[in-house]
């Protein structure tokens, strides 16, 4: 496990396509009981070389109910975002992740964990990558729940960004 994590942080196949170089950002144990697959890490995340360090951090923990030493126990939470670095910024916000990421190593790394109970999938991007057509669009995976559980669920990327949808959608 701990040979292809760290092959994974030392990942520099995407560095000539990212703004601020190559710096993946994940985390994951064998003991990890709840997978979290998000999207790309963002400036912030990316300065602070820890997953989720920023304001959509804060959101998600409140969501789930989770102090931040309970987040970022990789026994209890593995963070595993579809693009490991930050791929920049666009007119709207961040750019979408990079592609490279997710058929590379997602294979290689949820093999080696056996006590993940619960993934929760982040936004259109994991939900696209591992549900395909399945849904409609991110509205339509948020309100299946219900067929989704107890083994996963889709909830929308909790981005200040995304504020009005939720508000939409309380």
């Known amino acids: 496990m701990f040979t292809v994590l760290s092959a994974a942080r030392?990942?520099?196949?995407?560095?000539?396509?990212?703004?601020?170089?190559?710096?993946?950002?994940?985390?994951?144990?064998?003991?990890?009981?709840?997978?979290?697959?998000?999207?790309?890490?963002?400036?912030?995340?990316?300065?602070?070389?820890?997953?989720?360090?920023?304001?959509?951090?804060?959101r998600l923990r409140e969501w789930l109910g989770l102090s931040e030493a309970e987040f970022y126990d990789p026994r209890r939470v593995a963070l595993l975002p579809m693009g490991f670095c930050f791929p920049g910024s666009g007119k709207a916000g961040d750019l979408a992740?990079?592609?490279?990421?997710?058929?590379?190593?997602?294979?290689?790394?949820?093999?080696?964990?056996?006590?993940?109970?619960?993934?929760?999938?982040?936004?259109?991007?994991?939900?696209?990558w591992y549900f395909g057509s399945r849904f409609a669009d991110i509205s339509a995976a948020v309100e299946s729940f219900e067929s989704l559980l107890p083994k996963q669920i889709v909830l929308p990327h909790p981005s200040p960004r995304n504020g009005p949808w939720i508000q939409q959608r309380p």
């Open 10 to 58: 030392a990942c520099t196949l995407c560095e000539p396509h990212l703004p601020l170089g190559a710096k993946p950002i994940l985390a994951a144990d064998p003991a990890s009981r709840i997978l979290i697959i998000g999207q790309a890490p963002g400036r912030a995340t990316h300065r602070a070389g820890i997953p989720w360090a920023d304001r959509s951090g804060v």
């Open 97 to 128: 992740p990079r592609t490279e990421c997710a058929p590379l190593w997602h294979p290689q790394i949820l093999p080696l964990l056996p006590e993940v109970r619960l993934t929760i999938y982040l936004g259109r991007f994991a939900v696209a």
